[in-house]
């Protein structure tokens, strides 16, 4: 059972466009976190969110908890090659907070020039 | 600046091998994982452990062990390899829940 969702899987847009990716679930987390992935290397977190409802900035990325902690969004301004990447989403469900991440399958993201 | 250090970013190896893959982490964390990461099929599970010598099962630890003799130090044992273990394996360590330290990983082929 795949407890996290995340979409799109792929996505190729130009340089200079908005994006937004999603990560869905029917169960409760005590946090999401994001991660990205270039490729040949592992992933790298960008950010954690905790508490329902919270939007954290990071430069032009925007992420968003759900109201009922049960999903979460990336949202890239203007985005830049150097945004090309796999974007992972991950957190651990509650009940029965283990410690052990869930991981999404991953957005694929390509930004041409 | 913190790392988690895996001991080889390729490695072929041939079916029928006993292949250790090694990973350790300078930050002092309790937690450490590992990870096999497959197209279409995500990040999964493969072992982890708390503490020093103690270790937990993941979601897919068939035809792997794993060894953690010091707390920094956390090896993954394939103790016969098969085709089906090629992979990209990932090593992370953390504090807390609130966000793992990857290492770049390990890019296996059984051959």
């Known amino acids: 059972t795949q407890l996290l969702e995340q979409s799109p899987q792929f996505l190729s847009i130009q340089e200079g466009e908005n994006l937004t990716v999603y990560c869905n679930s029917s169960?409760?987390?005590?946090?999401l976190q994001w991660y990205r992935q270039e490729p040949g290397e592992g992933p790298v977190l960008l950010v954690t969110?905790?508490?329902?409802?919270e939007v954290k900035k990071l430069k032009r990325l925007t992420f968003q908890f759900g109201d009922a902690r049960k999903d979460s969004s990336l949202h890239i301004t203007a985005a830049q090659p150097g945004d090309t990447g796999l974007y992972l989403c991950a957190g651990v469900p509650l009940p029965g907070n283990t410690g052990k991440l869930i991981f999404g399958q991953g957005t694929t993201l390509q930004v041409k020039p | 600046d913190v790392k988690v250090t895996q001991s080889s970013r390729y490695l072929v190896k041939r079916t029928g091998e006993k292949v250790f893959l090694e990973c350790v982490q300078d930050m002092d964390h309790e937690n450490m994982f590992w990870y096999r990461q497959d197209p279409g099929l995500g990040l999964r599970l493969i072992y982890f452990s708390y503490d020093v010598k103690m270790k937990e099962k993941g979601d897919i630890p068939e035809g792997y062990s794993v060894s953690r003799e010091k707390k920094e130090r956390f090896s993954l044992i394939l103790e016969s390899a098969s085709t089906n273990q090629t992979s990209m394996y990932l090593c992370?360590?953390?504090?807390?829940?609130?966000?793992?330290?990857f290492g770049s990983g390990t890019r296996l082929t059984v051959v």
């Open positions: 169960s409760v987390f005590s946090s």
């Open positions: 992370a360590s953390s504090l807390s829940l609130y966000g793992y330290t």
């Open positions: 969110v905790v508490t329902g409802g």
